[in-house]
């Protein structure tokens, strides 16, 4: 919302004084890759600890060329996608019935709000022993770890939808039903994109602890295969992914925001 | 040709209440009130914070139950509030038209804002309208439901003097075009003078004066008529013209009830319960 307000003030800054500004941002980081390009060059550092970012592109290049990149690439998107559909969902089913009926608040909310204080990634052992080593235990991880932001941006978004408009929307006559699904509903949604948000963040974290229980496909099982062989570049490539997915994702829930939330003066253009 | 009173009309009262008790705890806020609305009366409602009057309004809006006494109320009742209360993620004309049945429900939002004087803003959203076109947008959300009883809660309350003065007119206006029963709650003694043929002042959640507002409309404010009643409401309302002080309120608030000696005679556990 600041920037939003930043770019519109009347006294911008014109586009030269912008792109310097630009630059000396950039400049820190690009300085540190050079440094960086220039001692792994130079034998200051081993390649076996790290090794050049040029190195990091080649890797990257041959890992796109032979294709091996999409197949992981496609293996953990569908882990993430089938975990999140599962977490999403459940999330949203509890914090409705929580959200809009006292006895199913009564019924759920002390439980979830117990349960989410249990750190879900402390729970892979007793995925593995449940649910063996295959996709069932990384897509039941980031469904766990999904489902709370989720539950609980959902269930306080539906309890503060501004109670004297629902007020005055009650003397209109709509059934309660209407009254949910035209009024409470869509009240709710900027508390459950904030969930999503932070559900994707956790989707993203959930699947790099679970790739690395005995898998033999994904990003995960990239990065663990290429630390026997002792190829600093792949792991490299393999975080790069990671952050670059991550970013994405946030990426679609900004624009989503952006349709969904039109009514907001921040996003209204006149 | 203004001079023609609104209709008083003979047929039964629209709204019918009679021995209403409303009990916050401690105290009655509602005590055995009774009231008469009749079709197309415009009747000002007055009476110091407090006096129980928004808990009647309340009561007729259905907002707040009954649990003694009687309240017949028409079908067709509408409420505009001391805020717009508009849904903010729809555009004002789905407002206008929310809840509304008729399968031509679009084209009556489109003539109820056009009414309003809001046609050009029936595709705005309503958090870029001002603070008077929203209130217009609930006065026209009011309207398209054709309302036999319509329920103002201070409406005018948070609007700048001129918006006020113009809603005002408007309110007038489309109380003449349509002549529903119109129950205006308000602490302005001139708004009451200025709009209502009748002035109902409460008082100890019971009304304690209902005096008629005989005068020719359009009514203005130096108007001999207008400063002999404005008197005898301020002095209803325990305001003390010539001193422009307020004398120690001869009827105390409903609601500290419980601070003199006769609250004491309550059950303990309603004694204890804080004051609202």
Known sequence: MTATTATTTPGRRSRPIRLAAGLRRCAVPLALLVLWQASVGLGWISTRSIPSPSQVLVAFWELTASGELAVHLLVSLGRVSAGLAIGVSAGTLCALIAGLSRRGEDALDALLQMLRTLPHLALVPLFILWFGIGETPKIALVALGTAFPIYLNLFAGIRTVDAKVVEAVSTLGLTRWELIAQVILPGALPAFLTGLRYALGVAWLSLVVGEQINASSGIGYLAMTAREFLRTDVIIVALIVYAILGLLADLIVRVVERSALIWRPAFIKE | ?276
């Open chain 2, 1 to 276: 040709m203004s001079h023609a009173l609104p209709r008083v009309p003979a047929s039964a009262p629209v709204v019918t209440v009679r021995g209403l008790v409303r009990n916050f705890g401690n105290g009655n806020v509602l005590d055995g009130l009774s009231l008469d609305l009749q079709p197309g009366s415009f009747t000002a409602l007055l009476g110091r914070s407090g006096c129980g009057k928004s808990t009647l309004l309340r009561t007729l809006a259905k907002l707040d139950p009954a649990p003694e006494g009687t309240v017949r109320l028409p079908d067709a009742r509408a409420v505009v509030f001391q805020e717009p209360r508009l849904v903010p993620w729809m555009r004002v004309l789905r407002n206008v038209t929310l809840g509304l049945r008729h399968p031509d429900a679009e084209a009556r939002g489109l003539a109820a804002l056009a009414e309003v004087g809001l046609s050009h803003r029936a595709r705005a959203w309503p958090l870029t309208l001002s603070g008077g076109e929203a209130q217009r947008a609930a006065l026209a959300r009011a309207l398209v439901r054709e309302p036999r009883l319509l329920l103002l809660d201070e409406p005018f309350a948070a609007l700048d003097a001129l918006t006020r003065l113009r809603m005002q007119g408007l309110v007038e206006t489309l109380w003449r075009a349509h002549a529903p029963a119109v129950l205006l709650v308000t602490h302005d003694v001139d708004e009451a003078l200025l709009l209502a043929d009748r002035a109902v002042v409460m008082a100890n959640g019971t009304i304690a004066a209902d005096i008629p507002i005989p005068l020719a409309r359009p009514r203005r404010h130096g108007d001999p008529g207008f400063i002999a009643l404005r008197s005898r409401l301020l002095a209803e309302l325990g305001v003390d013209e010539e001193h422009l002080a307020t004398r120690e309120p001869q009827r105390a608030d409903a609601r500290t009830n419980s601070a003199k000696p006769g609250g004491y005679g309550l059950p303990a556990g309603a004694a204890a319960a804080p004051s609202l």
